[in-house]
């Protein structure tokens, strides 16, 4: 009577109007009845307080009185009894599959209830066959009313079958092994749950449950009652409509279970789906206290840890509180005195997150003490989670608490503040700050002032938090920024300056372009800005942006004069004939009114957009080649052209600055700081009046733990010039001797600690000194090993050696000719003759220029030789060698021309001898650049006489004297002196 009315009460709670059996045992005809299964977890509604018809009125049978319960039972006993006689009855073979049952569940035709309950708890029934379902997300408790979502139509048919049979709706819960929750219900690529692929997959112990109740999803078509392999079943034009659509819906259904006793898996029977097994069922497990009275006691303390950690586990977790909550009304089988029930409500509330097979393992045991170990095993988890979420929670709340309390206690203090009189507003701080700027400045142009005014103006009005406000504020910044008026006193000593740019002009890398500008600014006494605009594009990188645009900015003229501070700074503008062009603009165009000095004092930039004077400002300009700069831009500079360094000059910059750089950068030296005397400060003449000391140069030392012997000599230096380094600057000559010292110092430390290093990187030789013979050592070997391509002397007929400017400096040019005689066509006359060939990668002005010296040079030679027809008999072939490098320049016209004549004429030419000249069409010698490369070049060649145009004697006159010591030079004005010279009339 007791069991009746919990079971009641439940039903009425849950609302599933569920009437129990007072039957001890199923009748022998349900007993032969087959169940089927499914299963995977899931959560479903399972309220139906709505329910009408039939159900509502078995809802309002259940509200009455318990005196008359009985008498109705036997009446609807006799009933379900005489119903069930007159249905067909689901034989072991599955043959119920082909019947058709009446549906229940009142007018809702997606819900469907058991048409028979035949017992509940230990008076359920015991089928030895069932229908079995796999669960997942963990083993079903009995007692513990679940829910679960089936997706697999075959299953959800055979559930419907059930449900309408009067077997009375039970199943097999068995959970799966190959579950991983990571996969959200996807396990090993299958995607419905209840479909197994393997017997293995189950474990073996599981739930006898009984559906409570089905819900279809709505637009679930009816599966039950037909067979759906029938042409004209429903089904099939079910399957016809998913095949025509692209995006089928799943069938669903979810059926609310209570589960009652444990079963044992004996045996797989059909696979299925729907899977038939064949189970044993558990008998009840019931502990009987008072045998043992020590293991009494330790049950008892098991239990009562048990309830305590729930408890306290529900005090941490509102979460697992509330699934206390809703358990245990609906757990009929929850007994605090039962260990065996305890344990599996226990269990059941750590179903979330508890492992599964820890789960399984609470479902498999048996022994009242081992089931409460492992059920008090998963609730101490779920209390180090809750413990840990608490921890988080409070340390989040703190977090927020803190920020909530510091931003309340700033507000008050702002209002107190503002209260007091001691603060105002952040408005009227930054007008107040904009007028202070400006009247540090003297010289404010009068349009300046007006426009400062205007925009204060409409800052007072403006709300802080609109747009409009950040924009004025940004142009008020740069407004105020600009350092109206304000100039640098500038230093006009001669000598202050002789002494800064000698101390500094050999500064490294390149030729000294960047650094000579730097130190021309640290001798004026002006604020140095540098900017690029190699590859520069935009016009709003000279000129600004627009204030409209988002995140606009005034251009490089304005930002460097709030750099600096000053309206007379020395601004470099590096790479300016690397000047790109596209659609936004051409910035070569915008400069010119930079550098223009009648419109720079009136300058206007996008975003300040009011005159702005720089004409006070000092341009310097860096370039490598004048011909990429626009005509109209160069018209605004005065070119000052820069030569590369000599040998002696790479020798001192190497020995003054790169060495000592390069030690120090890689602890092999130390600098010495100089000593600062203590001198009394006296009033006498300014700095600029005073005389100035001459810079002394750095000291350096070795440092600690290197070798005192640890240098570079001055050979391996020289070698590195002249075999390693041929560049006009010495950006290649400080990349090497940055090498050795990176060496060196891997060297030092690696002996000091004992290390093993790679045959390339040990020290070879004896001495820790790098000199011009273990130079290899260090950076292999050299670039260039001869500066002669022939060693004969005189060079064989039709070639000479000119002299070329490249980017690496000056090098020797060699011109080859060779004469093709062709043979006698059939008439006997001569085949081809008077045409030249010419190779080598030369460049358009180059070509041009050895069709002018072919013409020079069959001129002349009728003039020398009316009677040689050499060129009217022979093709000529000339070559420059060094083909893959590209070469350009009028310079070798007489060089070509001294070579055709040579070859020709059959007379050699002087290995020793080396020219260079332009050659006009009617002979004359013209003017060439790069006297002191080619100059530096014939040294290295070991050249005595040079052949230079009459023009370009004033530039040889500027070399240095051990530049032109030991060479011949002689100047022709027309060929004929080439020729004189070349030829040997003058030698």
């Known amino acids: 009577m007791l069991r009746r009315t919990i079971h009641s009460s439940f039903f009425n709670r849950s609302h599933l109007h569920h009437r129990c059996s007072s039957s001890s045992g199923p009748s022998p005809l349900l007993i032969q009845n087959r169940c089927f299964f499914f299963g995977s977890g899931g959560n479903s509604d399972d309220d139906d307080s709505k329910k009408d018809g039939k159900d509502g009125k078995k809802g309002d049978k259940d509200k009455k009185d318990p005196a008359d319960e009985k008498e109705e039972d036997k009446n609807e006993d006799a009933k379900d009894t005489t119903e069930v006689d007159k249905e067909p009855s689901a034989t072991l073979n599955n043959s119920s599959k082909y019947k058709t049952f009446p549906r229940a569940g009142g007018g809702n035709p997606n819900i469907m209830l058991p048409a028979n309950r035949l017992g509940f708890g230990d008076q359920a029934p015991r089928y030895p066959h069932l229908m079995a379902l796999p669960v997942i997300r963990g083993p079903v408790f009995p007692g513990v009313l679940t829910p679960l979502t089936v997706t697999d139509k075959k299953t959800i048919q055979a559930v419907e079958k059930i449900l309408s049979g009067g077997s009375g709706g039970y199943l097999g819960l068995f959970c799966r092994k190959d579950y991983n929750p990571s996969h959200d219900n996807i396990m090993k690529g299958i995607e419905t749950p209840e479909v197994i692929t393997d017997p293995s997959d189950l474990y073996t112990v599981g739930t006898f449950a009984q559906i409570q109740r089905m819900t279809k999803a709505a637009d679930l078509d009816d599966l039950d009652g037909e067979d759906e392999d029938h042409p004209s079943h429903p089904l099939n034009e079910y399957h016809d409509k998913e095949e025509e659509s692209e995006h089928d819906k799943k069938p669903s259904a979810t059926i609310l279970l209570m589960p009652h ?3 044992d898996l004996l045996s797989v029977d059909d696979i299925g789906p729907p899977i ?21 006691d330790t049950i008892r303390a098991l239990c009562q840890e048990v309830l305590s950690t729930i408890r306290e586990v529900a005090q941490l977790n509102t979460l697992f509180k509330e699934q206390v909550v809703n358990l245990v009304p609906s757990s009929h089988m929850f007994d605090m005195n039962d260990p065996y029930r305890l344990a599996d409500f226990a269990a059941s509330l750590s179903i979330n997150g508890g492992d599964v097979a820890d789960l399984q393992s609470v479902l498999e045991e048996k022994d009242p003490e081992l089931r409460l170990h492992k059920a008090l095993v998963l609730l101490s988890k779920e209390r180090e989670v809750g413990k840990l979420q608490k921890e988080i929670s409070a340390k989040v709340e703190e977090k927020m608490s803190e920020a909530q309390r510091k931003y309340f206690l700033t507000e008050q203090l702002k209002s107190i503040k503002k209260e007091l009189g001691m603060e105002k507003d952040d408005k009227e701080s930054l007008i107040e700050k904009y007028r202070k700027q400006m009247a540090e400045y003297t010289e404010v142009p009068d349009e300046i002032n007006e426009i400062i005014d205007s925009e204060l103006d409409k800052l007072s009005t403006l709300e802080k938090n609109s747009s409009e406000f950040n924009v004025t504020r940004s142009y008020l910044d740069w407004l105020t920024s600009i350092p109206w008026g304000t100039v640098t006193k500038e230093n006009f000593d001669i000598k202050a300056a002789r002494t800064v740019l000698d101390s500094e002009h050999y500064g490294p890398p390149g030729t000294g372009k960047t650094s000579i500008a730097e130190s021309v600014a640290t001798a004026l006494g002006r604020k140095f800005f540098r900017f690029s605009v190699g590859g520069m594009s ?49 910035p070569a165009s915008a400069l010119l009114e930079v550098l223009d000095p009648g419109q720079n004092s009136t300058f206007r930039d996008h975003f300040i957009d009011a005159p702005v004077d720089i004409s006070k400002v000092l341009f310097m300009c860096t370039a490598n080649d004048l011909e990429t700069i626009p005509g109209p831009l160069l018209d605004r500079m005065e070119v000052i052209r820069l030569s590369g360094y000599d040998v002696p000059e790479k020798l001192e910059i190497a020995e003054q600055y790169l060495v000592p750089k390069a030690m120090v950068n890689n602890g092999l030296m130390v600098k010495d700081e100089p000593e600062q005397g203590n001198e009394e400060v006296t009033d006498g003449p300014s700095d600029n009046d005073k005389p100035q000391k001459e810079a002394q140069p750095p000291s350096y030392r070795i440092a600690d733990g290197v070798p005192s012997t640890l240098s570079i000599q001055r050979s391996a230096l020289e070698s590195l010039v002249r ?105 006997g006359k001569q085949r081809g003759g008077g045409t030249l060939k010419v190779t080598g990668q030369l460049g358009d002005v180059m070509k041009e220029s050895t069709q002018i010296a072919y013409t020079v040079a069959r001129s002349r030679m009728s003039e020398i030789d009316p009677s040689n027809a050499f060129f009217d008999e022979k093709d000529i072939h000339m070559h420059v060698p060094e083909g893959a490098t590209p070469k350009d320049g009028p310079s070798a016209g007489i060089t070509m021309v001294t070579a055709m004549l040579s070859l020709a004429l059959d007379k050699p030419i002087k290995s020793d001898l080396a020219m260079t000249g332009e050659i006009s069409l009617t002979g004359k010698v013209l003017a060439v650049g790069g006297i002191k490369e080619k100059t530096m070049a014939a040294r290295r060649a070991k050249i005595k006489t040079i052949i230079l145009p009459a023009d370009c004697k004033r530039d040889y006159d500027e070399l240095p004297e051990y530049l032109k010591e030991g060479l011949d030079v002689k100047y022709a004005s027309d060929y004929s002196e080439v020729y004189d010279i070349a030829f040997g009339t003058q030698i």
Request: proline share 3%; hydrophobic share 30%; with cysteine.
């Open 723 to 827: 075999w390693y380094c041929r560049e006009a600057g010495v950006r290649n000559l400080a990349k090497k001797i940055d090498k050795i010292t990176r060496l060196l110092s891997l060297q030092v430390v690696a002996e000091e600690e004992g290390a093993e290093l790679t045959d390339k990187s040990t020290r070879k030789s004896d001495t820790w000194e790098v000199s011009a013979d273990n130079l290899d050592q260090y950076v292999g070997k050299p670039v260039f090993t001869s500066d002669r391509l022939y060693e004969t002397d005189p060079l064989p007929h039709g070639i000479v050696m000119g002299l070329a400017y490249t980017s690496m400096g000056g090098t020797a040019l060699y011109i080859e000719t060779q004469g093709i005689k062709r043979g006698l066509d059939p008439e």
């Open 261 to 263: 006793r444990r079963i």
């Open 538 to 586: 935009d016009v709003s990188e000279i000129k600004g942006h627009r204030r409209t645009y988002v995140g606009a900015m005034p251009g490089k003229i304005i930002q460097c004069l709030k750099s600096t501070g000053s309206t007379n700074p020395l601004v470099l503008i590096d790479e300016i004939d690397k000047l790109g062009r596209d659609f936004r603009g051409d």
């Open 276 to 296: 038939d097994v064949t189970v044993s069922h558990w008998d009840r497990l019931t502990y009987v206290r008072g045998n043992d009275s020590s293991r009494d």
